[in-house]
């Protein structure tokens, strides 16, 4: 029997219905890989895990319904020890995989260039907008200017649009800064070397962290638009200034933004770094 070439990881969070979709378009992708699942649930409400429970019938996917929301980071690092292939997955509940030769693409990019340590798929949200899923190098500043009025002050306005990369081909392949974790490839190699995602952050940032850490051990990081997936666009860390009183979730992402500047403050850019050191000697 060949061996399982890619591990798909799942945590829902109040979506079950949209996990158990993304499982079941998942499952129709033509490839000629075997694979693994694993779906987590962090939701603690047990009607969620009623909805997610079929799921256990199926030979290729492990269940695990945590009785407390560990939060994202420790989840996925949860069932490090029980990864196979020589790819992790990382998929949102909302992602629904409608190119049923999506992942092959990816796969099949990634086995061709060893180099690269983490390819992002183009997704194309329910309203049939393109998601933004590429961004720069966090700056704090940039961040809570993007939910005021500040994004709007002359001062910042261009440098908040490049934070998003809005100037940006969404339709090039090419090397990012980082990639949202709503859905990424990321080299079996590159993750464990990581050792997953970090459990520094409880719900955000992580994702930054893993490509962080890809480039400074020596892989580029990659968008990749000739795979498509579909998203719904909502994002737990949508909101502006009044909802960071309401939003816990939000209050959540500056803690953790604030963690993740405090720690490479005084640290280079690691992707000029890595094309620094490939430059041929003039």
């Excluded at 799942?10 to 033509?30: D, F, G």
């Amino acid at each position: 029997m060949p061996a399982i070439k890619a591990t798909a990881i799942i945590l829902n969070y109040h979506k079950a219905r949209q996990t158990v979709e993304n499982v079941r378009s998942l499952n129709a992708q033509n490839n000629p890989y075997l694979w693994k699942i694993i779906v987590i649930d962090n939701s603690c409400d047990p009607s969620e895990a009623e909805v997610l429970k079929p799921l256990n019938q199926q030979e290729n996917l492990v269940l695990l319904v945590n009785q407390k929301n560990i939060g994202y980071a420790r989840a996925h690092r949860l069932v490090c020890p029980v990864i196979a292939g020589d790819y992790v997955l990382i998929a949102n509940p909302d992602i629904v995989w409608r190119d049923p030769a999506a992942l092959d693409k990816m796969i099949a990019y990634l086995d061709n260039h060893p180099d690269i340590g983490i390819l992002g798929p183009k997704q194309i949200n329910t309203d049939g907008q393109t998601a933004m899923t590429i961004r720069a190098w966090p700056k704090f500043i940039l961040q809570v200017a993007r939910r005021t009025r500040l994004r709007n002050w002359p001062v910042f306005r261009d440098r908040v649009a490049y934070d998003e990369m809005r100037h940006l081909d969404y339709g090039q392949i090419q090397d990012v800064d980082w990639l949202q974790s709503s859905c990424q490839l990321i080299r079996r190699a590159v993750w464990e070397a990581a050792g997953g995602f970090s459990c520094a952050y409880f719900l955000f940032m992580s994702d930054v962290e893993i490509c962080y850490q890809a480039w400074a051990r020596g892989y580029r990081v990659v968008y990749y638009p000739l795979a498509m997936v579909g998203a719904d666009g909502r994002r737990a860390s949508a909101g502006g200034f009044r909802a960071f009183f309401r939003n816990r979730a939000l209050r959540r992402h500056v803690v953790d933004s604030l963690y993740y500047r405090l720690k490479h403050f005084w640290r280079g850019d690691p992707r000029q770094r890595y094309y620094r050191l490939r430059e041929p000697n003039k």
